[in-house]
């Protein structure tokens, strides 16, 4: 018995460990972004599908393991396809908190973090004055707010406008005979790109029945980019914020505020 417990663990290494953990922390990370969505369903099936190859490949099954290797053969090409968007949304959120932290430690290196935050908030303050306004008298409305600005994407899917931020541009965008207040506005550098823009819907199973397209469209841009987005209820006028496919609801003006500080 001490002679098979010797064998155990004859060459494990502290490297063996690291390598688990890197593995455990890649998994919880998939797990994290595919929760709640149609792409768990898959996952299982697939599991369920490779667990029955190798019970067959064990029987020594030939013809049904022939089956089974063959679709096994072209499942990481089928999988990449599959997944597309899960994976995307993986890339991003590693990419978006290297930006981030590369960010914080050039601001912090350049002591101009107090400038740049005071002139965040006076330029912040058109866009929470816009949506506090557009919640007392129940205005709909869908602000997207992008790093980079996709032009093949957001410009073919709205109206192109390039204008500083206002509180009042914002308004006469989402007022209700406008021809351009159904879609998203989209802001990068406090800048509207664009208004009216189609974005993807989330495919989440866990969102509440009382979410509309407004919700459900906020929730599917952050799912699958590293953009932010605000929505205001046009049934309550309650101001939502959503960040890498979850939300914030109820928020009041002062902690929009705070939210938009940290993320632009």
Aim: aromatic residues 10%; glycine residues 6%.
């Amino acid at each position: 018995m001490e002679g098979f417990t010797t064998n155990i663990f004859d060459g494990f290494r502290l490297l063996d460990i690291l390598d688990i953990l890197l593995v455990a922390v890649i998994i919880y990370y998939i797990y994290s972004l595919i929760k709640g969505t149609i792409a768990v369903n898959i996952l299982m099936g697939v599991a369920l599908f490779y667990g029955i190859y190798l019970v067959v490949k064990q029987l020594e099954m030939r013809l049904l393991t022939e089956i089974f290797g063959g679709f096994i053969a072209v499942g990481s090409v089928a999988l990449v396809v599959v997944f597309q968007q899960e994976i995307r949304r993986f890339l991003l959120h590693i990419g978006k908190n290297i930006s981030m932290r590369r960010k914080k430690f050039l601001l912090s290196f350049l002591g101009s973090k107090k400038a740049t935050s005071s002139d965040h908030a006076e330029q912040i303050k058109p866009i929470v004055d816009a949506c506090k306004s557009m919640s007392r008298s129940k205005t709909g409305a869908l602000l997207v707010f992008s790093r980079h600005f996709d032009e093949e994407y957001y410009q073919s899917s709205g109206e192109y406008i390039d204008a500083p931020v206002s509180k009042r541009l914002l308004e006469s965008i989402f007022f209700k005979n406008n021809p351009l207040h159904d879609g998203a506005v989209v802001i990068v550098d406090f800048r509207i790109m664009t208004a009216s823009s189609v974005l993807p819907l989330s495919d989440s199973e866990d969102l509440p029945p009382q979410f509309g397209l407004r919700h459900r469209a906020a929730i599917g841009v952050t799912e699958v980019s590293e953009a932010v987005a605000v929505v205001v209820s046009e049934e309550t006028g309650e101001i939502s914020f959503a960040k890498d496919g979850n939300v914030s609801m109820n928020l009041s003006p002062e902690e929009l505020m705070d939210l938009l500080k940290d993320e632009l």
